[in-house]
């Protein structure tokens, strides 16, 4: 059931000991808004506890130490920036106890008894600040570094168009606190491992345009993976942005291997086409601008359905 922040934050109020669940293939929102959620509610004497089913990637790791991480057993679960309950992987064996599911997604499936959603908010995690605003809880430094986070990665620092006046306005509050946004930002988007350079290279040999140019598409498999010297469950965010940074590109599809036979569609479009109703098509979901979904199928069956599909939708709007 949806409900508005006034539930929510009964929900948070009247329980003691919460686990805060993530989605899997984790980001900077779902670990910021959990960790920032987490702070937050041990700041009000409650004990919390962020679960992630994912390991989650080292240069996130600043934010483990955000919280006290004592383990115990939760009687309240939450989760936060998870639009389906098919996303918090091992953690689906919660899903009838979750009693309140904070999201931005439009796509979200209202799979928790309460759903707390704002589609308008850039970032899980301006949500979360929200909340703390409304509950007048004291925001630490370190769990304002850790909201900062969640909102810098979901709008590409800023950049993408789901950026809005009160996104930069809850920005401009976290930054009041003393944390090194720079420092952040620099690790989320300008560091990058040897070995994800290695794969950018392979990426790019890989692309094959559509539609005059319209479409790219790219391809990560696993033996890519090994040969750049990546693990399997690498961040690829910097390779799926790749299609959509060529110019004249209106969808840029990424297609990554999971398992034989087995690939993960990400798409990027601009305001031209519906990410997220194209993915919905292929039974996924996502943000307009953002999406994803599944197939089952081999790379050249994938990118002969995606690409007619995709033409289908551009032609539409000639
Ligand atoms: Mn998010």
Same mark, same amino acid.
């Given at each position: 059931?949806?409900?508005?922040?006034?539930?929510?934050?009964?929900?948070?109020?009247?329980?003691?000991?919460?686990?805060?669940?993530?989605?899997?293939?984790?980001?900077? *929102?779902?670990?910021?808004?959990?960790?920032? /959620?987490?702070?937050?509610?041990?700041?009000?004497?409650?004990?919390?506890?962020?679960?992630?089913?994912?390991?989650?990637?080292?240069?996130?790791?600043?934010?483990?130490?955000?919280?006290?991480?004592?383990?115990?057993?939760?009687?309240?679960?939450?989760?936060?920036?998870?639009? %389906?309950?098919?996303? /918090?992987?091992?953690?689906?064996?919660?899903? %009838?106890?979750?009693?309140?599911?904070?999201?931005?997604?439009?796509?979200?499936? *209202?799979?928790?008894?309460?759903?707390?959603?704002?589609?308008?908010?850039?970032?899980?995690?301006?949500?979360?600040?929200?909340?703390?605003?409304?509950?007048?809880?004291?925001?630490?430094?370190?769990?304002?570094?850790?909201?900062?986070?969640?909102?810098?990665?979901?709008? =590409?620092?800023?950049?993408?168009?789901?950026?809005?006046?009160?996104?930069?306005?809850?920005?401009?509050?976290? /930054?009041?606190?003393?944390?090194?946004?720079?420092?952040?930002?620099?690790?989320?988007?300008?560091?990058?491992?040897?070995?994800?350079?290695?794969?950018?290279?392979?990426?790019?040999?890989?692309?094959?345009?559509?539609? *005059?140019?319209?479409?790219?598409?790219?391809?990560?498999?696993?033996?890519?993976?090994?040969?750049?010297?990546?693990?399997?469950?690498?961040?690829?965010?910097?390779?799926?942005?790749?299609?959509?940074?060529?110019?004249?590109?209106?969808?840029?599809?990424?297609?990554?291997?999971?398992?034989?036979?087995?690939?993960?569609?990400?798409?990027?479009?601009?305001? /031209?086409?519906?990410?997220?109703?194209?993915?919905?098509?292929?039974?996924?979901?996502?943000?307009?601008?953002?999406? =994803?979904?599944?197939?089952?199928?081999?790379? %050249?069956?994938?990118?002969?359905?995606?690409?007619?599909?995709?033409?289908?939708?551009?032609?539409?709007?000639?």
């Amino acid at each position: 059931m949806f409900v508005g922040i006034e539930r929510a934050v009964e929900i948070l109020r009247s329980n003691d000991d919460f686990y805060i669940l993530t989605h899997i293939s984790p980001d900077g *929102d779902t670990l910021g808004s959990a960790y920032g /959620l987490c702070s937050i509610l041990q700041s009000i004497g409650k004990r919390a506890r962020v679960l992630c089913a994912d390991e989650i990637p080292k240069k996130f790791s600043y934010m483990f130490d955000t919280v006290d991480n004592q383990e115990f057993e939760a009687d309240t679960i939450i989760a936060v920036d998870v639009a %389906d309950a098919k996303l /918090l992987g091992d953690n689906i064996k919660y899903v %009838d106890d979750i009693v309140l599911c904070i999201d931005h997604h439009i796509s979200n499936k *209202d799979f928790a008894k309460n759903t707390f959603l704002d589609t308008k908010a850039a970032a899980c995690a301006e949500i979360i600040y929200d909340i703390s605003v409304f509950m007048k809880t004291p925001l630490s430094d370190k769990a304002a570094m850790c909201l900062y986070t969640g909102i810098s990665t979901d709008t =590409g620092c800023f950049k993408y168009s789901n950026t809005t006046p009160k996104t930069h306005m809850t920005a401009a509050k976290l /930054l009041e606190k003393d944390f090194i946004a720079s420092d952040i930002n620099y690790k989320m988007f300008d560091l990058k491992k040897k070995s994800m350079l290695m794969l950018e290279r392979e990426v790019i040999d890989t692309l094959a345009f559509y539609a *005059d140019g319209k479409l790219a598409i790219a391809c990560v498999t696993t033996e890519m993976l090994k040969k750049a010297g990546c693990s399997e469950n690498e961040d690829l965010g910097a390779v799926t942005s790749i299609p959509r940074q060529i110019e004249g590109v209106e969808v840029g599809v990424t297609i990554k291997q999971k398992g034989d036979n087995h690939y993960k569609i990400s798409m990027r479009s601009s305001a /031209l086409v519906n990410a997220s109703e194209i993915c919905a098509f292929f039974g996924g979901g996502g943000h307009p601008r953002a999406a =994803g979904c599944e197939f089952f199928d081999t790379v %050249d069956n994938i990118k002969e359905k995606i690409s007619t599909k995709i033409i289908s939708v551009l032609l539409d709007k000639e």
